[in-house]
């Protein structure tokens, strides 16, 4: 079993910063991706970004210059610097990950999340 634990969530002003980190523990073979999602009230879940194994990088277009993903994979561990974070970014942010618990066998987890709040 995988376990994802996200931190850093919190209430920030227009304008302002945050760091989320997640950090996934138990049987883990090798991680395959990372990816950090967000789902504000009332709005389907979306994906913000993702790093792949091979470090490469995807982000939704609108936190693109805003928001940079990173990761340890010695520590399995994804973080998410978010800087001039707008109200619109108000949300849940939930980590994801697909792992690989054997050589054969992988599947994806997630988080329970960790709220932004961003007041205007």
């Known amino acids: 079993q995988v376990q994802l634990v996200e931190s850093g969530g919190g209430l920030v002003q227009a304008g302002g910063s945050l760091r989320l980190s997640c950090a996934a523990s138990?049987?883990?073979?090798?991680?395959?991706?990372m990816r950090w999602y967000r789902q504000a009230p009332g709005k389907q879940r979306e994906l913000v970004a993702f790093?792949?194994?091979?470090?490469?990088?995807f982000y939704a277009d609108f936190v693109k210059g805003r928001f940079t993903i990173s990761a340890d994979s010695a520590k399995n561990t994804v973080d998410l610097q978010m800087h001039s974070l707008k109200p619109e970014d108000t949300a849940v942010y939930y980590c994801?990950?697909?792992?690989?618990?054997?050589?054969?066998?992988?599947?994806?987890?997630w988080g329970k999340g960790t709220l932004v709040t961003v007041s205007s």
């Open positions: 790093i792949n194994a091979d470090s490469s990088i």
């Open positions: 138990g049987s883990i073979f090798r991680i395959n991706v």
């Open positions: 994801n990950a697909h792992v690989q618990t054997a050589i054969d066998y992988a599947m994806a987890y």
